[in-house]
């Protein structure tokens, strides 16, 4: 007489087993995600910069072009974005990305343009990225000499 075994469940080494081989492709995934947040928050900052290099680029350019007096850029902290205003009316803006944090620029926010396109002020323009790090755009008197610090 042949007596067979049903199995019906797994082994305890068999359980063993799965389970650590899905913990290693887990840590590996979160390892990953990571390091893909850190990459997309870099790409975030050097875009951050040169977005803000050419916007104020083109506002100087506007107020010389147009030969307007009264053109200035102001910083909103808190809705993290920059406007480029000419007397009561808003020329162009741009918006920081979304986990980004404005720090204040002078005592009232504003860098002043005159008709030839000169900036009044120097000032450094400082903002937090996802990561808490500070990035800061230090900008020239009289020039149109922008500069990214690390």
Do not use: W
Request: proline content about 1%; overall charge neutral; some cysteine.
């Amino acid at each position: 007489m042949i007596f067979t075994v049903k199995r019906r469940g797994f082994t305890l080494l068999e359980l063993l087993l799965v389970i650590s081989v899905f913990s290693v492709l887990l840590s590996f995934s979160l390892i990953n995600s990571g390091l893909f947040s850190k990459i997309v928050n870099d790409i975030d900052v050097d875009l951050t910069n040169n977005n803000i290099i050419d916007f104020i680029n083109r506002s100087k350019i506007y107020c010389r072009d147009n030969k307007k007096e009264g053109g200035y850029i102001y910083f909103d902290g808190s809705s993290e974005s920059i406007t480029f205003n000419m007397g009561l009316d808003e020329i162009f803006s741009m918006k920081l990305p979304e986990g980004f944090i404005l720090d204040k620029v002078r005592d009232d926010n504003k860098i002043k343009i005159d008709n030839r396109g000169i900036t009044e002020d120097a000032c450094s323009i400082k903002f937090k990225d996802r990561r808490g790090k500070i990035h800061c755009l230090t900008m020239c008197v009289g020039t149109a000499y922008v500069e990214i610090k690390y």
